[in-house]
Nanobody, 121 residues
């Protein structure tokens, strides 16, 4: 059974920084893409950043130059370094894994339960 465990959310002042982590477990052989999405109250869930197993990244325009996504393939863990945080970054941040391969099984995708990030003075 796959699990995605997120950590690192919390309350931070505008201009501050936070680092989110998401660790995947469950006899996983490989994960093609891992990423972060967010959902603010009353809004749809949106892509924040994704990274492939080869290290290719993609970011939402609203977070480019402020957020950095990285991953440790050996640990099946993805990170999101968030700098220069703004109140509009306030949301629940969700981790997602795509194309998850076990030794003898495949799962197209899996979501974490989310971690709250609040940017406020």
């Amino acid at each position: 059974q796959v699990q995605l465990v997120e950590s690192g959310g919390g309350l931070v002042q505008p201009g501050g920084s936070l680092t989110l982590s998401c660790a995947a477990s469950g006899s996983i052989f490989s994960i093609k893409t891992m990423g972060w999405y967010r959902q603010a109250p009353g809004k749809q869930r949106e892509l924040v950043a994704i990274i492939t197993s080869g290290g290719r990244t993609s970011y939402a325009d609203s977070v480019k130059a402020r957020f950095t996504i990285s991953r440790d393939n050996a640990k099946n863990t993805v990170y999101l370094q968030m700098n220069s945080l703004k109140p509009e970054d306030t949301a629940v941040y969700y981790c997602k894994a795509d194309d998850i391969h076990g030794i003898s099984w495949f799962m197209p995708n899996y979501w974490g339960q989310g971690t709250q990030v609040t940017v406020s003075s």
